[in-house]
Nanobody, 127 residues
Framework: EMQLVESGRGSVQAGGSLRLSCTAS????????MVWFRQAPGKEREGVSC????????YYAYSVKGRFTISRDNAKNTLYLQMNNLKPEESAMYYC????????????????????WGQGTQVTVSS
């Protein structure tokens, strides 16, 4: 059974940092691109960052560029998201997702382009 399990939920003050992890099982991890999404209450799910199968190519939403870093360890089947200088408006449920294409091409930011999802982990940023 394929599973993606996020961890690292937490509450921080504005300007603080958090690192999220996503551990995969039941799939050949390095066959998939991996994407972090987030969804705040009443808002659409948005793509935050994508990393290709090799970990070499990374992409970010404009709003997080320079503050967030996506990485992966294929030997550990684990995806990471280092989030620095967090803002209150970034409070949301954060999800990891796997896309069958190994590359962050096309519409990686669209939820419909991902095949498998984790259950999400809550991030709360207070002002």
């Amino acid at each position: 059974e394929m599973q993606l399990v996020e961890s690292g939920r937490g509450s921080v003050q504005a300007g603080g940092s958090l690192r999220l992890s996503c551990t995969a099982s039941g799939l050949t991890f390095d066959n998939y691109r991996m994407v972090w999404f987030r969804q705040a209450p009443g808002k659409e799910r948005e793509g935050v960052s994508c990393i290709d199968w090799s970990g070499v190519a990374t992409y970010y939403a404009y709003s997080v560029k320079g503050r967030f870093t996506i990485s992966r360890d294929n030997a550990k089947n684990t995806l990471y998201l280092q989030m620095n200088n967090l803002k209150p408006e970034e409070s949301a449920m954060y999800y990891c997702a796997a896309g069958a294409s190994g590359y962050c091409s096309g519409s990686w930011w669209s939820p419909v382009a991902s095949n498998y999802w984790g259950q999400g982990t809550q991030v709360t940023v207070s002002s």
